[in-house]
């Protein structure tokens, strides 16, 4: 990894395969002083970026990373992958129950099956392996914004927790594997409160997406009624999972979040004050670790308006923390 910024040890930006018609980005992300690329699939599987990653052309983009002296990491919903759906025929008791009572295999797990726990853990480890290589980190959450499971044992416990039990189950396949590996517990969506029951373990770390905050002011503004309730819970998280490890996962970069994720994409509105006070609020939390999606920022992008903020972002961290009164 680069040279370090500030209190930022980690400082980066999260693709997809079509951003990648832009040709330059590692080039860019090292020239703006970011040290870390992550890879995402938009709407589909882990398996389309593998896909992507064993060929010619991902491999030439890997090559690209490295050279640039940038990490490489993978950011992924892969819940609907580590439990393939073709398994509810083999066992429907792995698979979510609905509010009504019946067995679905249309999202998430049953975190009650110790089955599915098995099998997803397997599973991520089988991924992990494909998608190297990277910094012993996994990001390999539950399924975008989708119910988790609500069979008697279940509903007792929250998203939250569901999802927590999901996370030490990947950690566990993953560890055989990685005997190094790390495990996000992402808090996005119906996951942004603490679990309630469920403790984690070593080796899981926070991973913040605030989704639905404005970013016309800074999240920490008084005056900003959904940041304060987002403010809330983050500071509920971060006595729950403490910041050791732990990252930001922003929206300041993402086309498709600004656009409704309908293309044509819109430009940028996020401005660099609102990126430089978030990052400081961040730092005064804890956190050294941020990145941002860079969602649609696509080759289409930069001729319909130029280069993103790309620089100005790099330019936000800051170079030393100054803590708050």
Avoid at 14 to 31: C, F, G, I, N
Avoid at 217 to 234: G, K
Avoid at 295 to 323: C, H, I, N, T, W
Wanted: charged residues 25%; glycine residues 6%.
């Amino acid at each position: 990894m680069s040279q370090t910024s500030g209190p930022y040890e980690a400082r980066g930006i999260v693709l997809t395969e079509p951003d990648l018609s832009y040709p330059h980005w590692p080039e860019l992300v090292a020239q703006c002083g970011l040290n870390v690329i992550a890879l995402h699939v938009l709407g589909g599987p882990p398996s389309k970026l593998v896909s992507f990653v064993e060929t010619d052309g991902g491999q030439a983009f890997l090559n690209q990373v490295a050279a640039a002296g940038l990490d490489l990491e993978y950011e992924l919903h892969a819940c609907g992958e580590l439990l393939p759906r073709e398994l509810f025929e083999r066992d429907p008791e792995m698979f979510r129950m609905d509010e009504d009572g019946e067995r679905k295999p249309d999202c998430n797990l049953c975190v009650s099956s110790p089955a599915a726990l098995e099998v997803i853990g397997e599973n991520a480890a089988k991924l992990a392996a494909r998608l190297t290589p990277t910094t012993h980190r996994y990001y390999y959450w539950g399924d975008d914004g989708r119910p988790w499971c609500r069979c008697p044992t279940c509903r007792e416990l929250s998203p939250a927790d569901q999802n927590l039990v999901a996370v030490h189950a990947i950690l566990r396949g993953l560890r055989e594997f990685d005997p190094r590996a790390r495990a996000a517990a992402l808090a996005y969506h119906d996951t942004l409160t603490p679990p309630e029951h469920i403790a984690p373990e070593p080796g899981v770390f926070l991973e913040y997406a605030p989704i639905r905050r404005s970013w016309e002011v800074p999240l920490n503004d008084p005056d900003c009624a959904a940041n304060r309730e987002h403010v809330a819970s983050l500071r509920r998280l971060v006595e729950f999972f403490g910041t050791e490890g732990a990252q930001v996962l922003e929206y300041w970069l993402d086309a498709s979040r600004h656009s409704g994720w309908k293309r044509p994409a819109k430009m940028l509105p996020v401005t660099p004050e609102v990126m430089a006070a978030d990052l400081e609020f961040y730092a005064s939390l804890g956190f050294r670790r941020a990145t941002t999606f860079g969602v649609f920022l696509d080759q289409e992008y930069f001729d319909m308006y130029g280069p993103p903020p790309v620089k100005e972002y790099g330019a936000a961290f800051p170079s030393r923390y100054r803590p708050r009164s």
